[in-house]
């Protein structure tokens, strides 16, 4: 008589038989096992630092379960980039993005932009607060509480980026170097896994693809001309719109890198993604690095999955659901337990007049984008997602977010990358020299803006050394009685009465 089959027995076969697959996949392709992983360890962070232990350990598991889904999609062996043909390029490559990504300011050993005033109390706060971080106002000075009050409030912000070189300088407590030092490395090697993804994405080894990486930008040397008149290298140039302002890679490098790598990263995923059963659940991890710039991944992710118009159907996924639906209630409750970071909100017509808007508008397009057009307007359907990003690009800055608009200029984060890579591209594949040298010599001119930023880091680091910008020091113990910063951290960082709201209250621990 035949033993009966038990379907727990056939159902951990299935499960072990697809574990050896995804694991198999996963070491035969380590740089984008290693890309992955990087997306998924600050939000594995998250869970265990900021929910429940329950909610933890169970997200952990489905995040492991949907990241092994996702690799499938992503690992293929023999599909990488050779390092082994050409040592050389990669190593004068690595040598060249450390000293970009060295002189951003990340860590303090170079120049740092204002915008560091923040960037630097977040990371020493991970580093020796407990998790999840809590501020005790009643501590601080007389003058500090007359703007902040006395209660004890959450730390609420998109510093996910921030939780692996934190965790790991928690074990080298009281030595900031350390933790400067990992986190300069955690953001190197964010970049270079950039850069990886792109090579693979153009399949070809040429100096090209960096040289556009970090010296592609509109044109705001002429836009700034037209505006302002004259200016000196190292100058902050792309403010001469007024209205809106679109950074080059280099710009949200030294100014944002928390939200630009991460980004990046998964939009050269994106690129690199066979088939449509995976984009959304990998566009859904921006929410965790950017809320901002999650808004222009939302129709890439759309255009991801109806792209294969006969394979639609194939889009009906786990990682697909799951991930934009946990995202978007467990970082959505999050953000939302702090509602005055949005105080400035709307159409932006709303804010200044139509005559004095749309003038600059077009000039801004003409400057940002419209050249580009005018050198790519024949591969609009041959590059993948070039169109809907010239699309969103022409969009964005019909919408403000905050009183610095940073909705155009982090939502377009995405977009920008996309066209700069089909630039890239673009040159690779042309063989006529003349074409070559007339689309170089535009870019040259609108590689002023990142020289700008980049002559400014290093004449400043020259002259002064390496002084980080201190004007905070810590939310929890101020350096500052000034009412505007203090106002600024108020409104973007701080959750007063957290207990009240749905994260704290359901899903986070308490004080």
Known sequence: MEKPIDSTDTFLEKAKNQAKIWGRGLRQDKGMTLSLFYLFLPIFLFFF???????????????????????????VKGQGVNFKTRPEYWITL????????????????????????????????????????????????????????????????????????ALLSKLFAGKELFANIFLLAWA????????????????????????????FSGFDAVGYRIASGDFELGTHLEWWSTYFQYS?????????????????????????????????????????????ATFGMIPLAVYSIFREKQNWKKAVTWENALIPLTMLLVFGSFYLSNPGSLSVNGWIFEYYEVVDLLPAYVLFLVLEIGIYVLILGKCLKKYSYLWLALAELALIPMYKM???????????????????????RYLLEQRGIWKRWAVGLLLVLAAVTPLSELHRSVSNTVKRQAEPVEWVYSF?????????????????????HPEESFFFHYLGKGK
Request: with cysteine; glycine share 6%.
């Open 49 to 75: 630092g900021w929910l429940r232990l329950p909610f933890a350990v169970l997200l952990f598991l489905l995040f492991l379960w949907l990241f092994c889904r996702i690799s499938q999609s992503l690992c």
């Open 94 to 165: 690595c040598v060249v993005v450390f000293i970009w990504v060295l002189f951003s300011g990340i860590g303090g050993f170079s120049f740092q932009n204002t915008d560091f005033y923040v960037r630097n109390p977040i990371y020493r706060d991970l580093v020796n607060q407990p998790w999840p971080v809590f501020f005790d106002f009643s501590t601080q000075r007389e003058a500090i509480q007359a703007v902040l009050g006395n209660d004890t409030v959450a730390f609420v912000y998109y510093f996910c980026f921030w939780l692996p070189p």
């Open 188 to 215: 190197y090697l964010g970049v270079m896994l950039v850069l990886y993804q792109i090579h693979r994405y153009l399949k070809r080894c040429s100096w090209i693809i960096p040289g556009i990486f970090i010296f």
């Open 402 to 424: 905050t009183v610095a608009n940073d909705f155009a200029m982090r939502a377009s984060i995405p977009a920008l990358l996309i066209l700069s890579i089909c630039l890239m």
């Open 248 to 292: 080059s890679n280099t710009t949200v490098l030294y100014w944002v890198f928390n939200q630009a790598i991460p980004v990046w990263l998964i939009v050269t995923l994106l690129l690199n993604l066979r088939g449509n059963g995976s984009g959304a659940g990998l566009s859904a991890l921006a929410f965790a690095y950017s809320p901002f």
């Open 476 to 496: 929890q113990d101020f350096a500052t009685d000034s009412e505007n910063i203090l106002e600024i951290c108020r409104q973007q960082f701080f959750a007063y």
